[in-house]
Nanobody, 124 residues
């Protein structure tokens, strides 16, 4: 069982930056693939980024070049550095976790564990 707690959301102006954190419980964090998804009102949950247990990363097309996912296994934490934020980045951001290496990183059903979400609002 893994419990995830996101933090770091808030209100920021367009062009600004935020760093989200997701703290995980448990002693086997390093064996999990971690991911960030987001969901805007009345929209489907959208893949943002994922980082495998070995450190490989993948990004959604809408955030490539602006967002960076990283992990610190000693702190059981995954981060999402978000730069050059746009109003369309406004959403609730969720952290997901799955043991090992999901076959499809970009599908939310690939992840068994989820945090409660943190709101990111980007004003124009």
């Amino acid at each position: 069982q893994v419990q995830l707690v996101e933090s770091g959301g808030g209100l920021v102006q367009a062009g600004g930056s935020l760093r989200l954190s997701c703290a995980a419980s448990g002693r086997t964090f390093s064996t999990y693939t971690m991911a960030w998804f987001r969901q805007a009102p009345e929209k489907e949950r959208e893949f943002v980024a994922a980082i495998s247990w070995s450190g490989g990363t993948t990004y959604g097309d809408s955030v490539k070049g602006r967002f960076t996912i990283s992990r610190d296994n000693a702190k059981n934490t995954v981060y999402l550095q978000m730069n050059s934020l746009k109003p369309e980045d406004t959403a609730v951001y969720y952290c997901g976790a799955e043991f090992g290496q999901p076959r499809l990183y970009g599908l939310d059903r690939s992840y068994s564990y989820w945090g409660q979400g943190t709101q990111v609002t980007v004003s124009s």
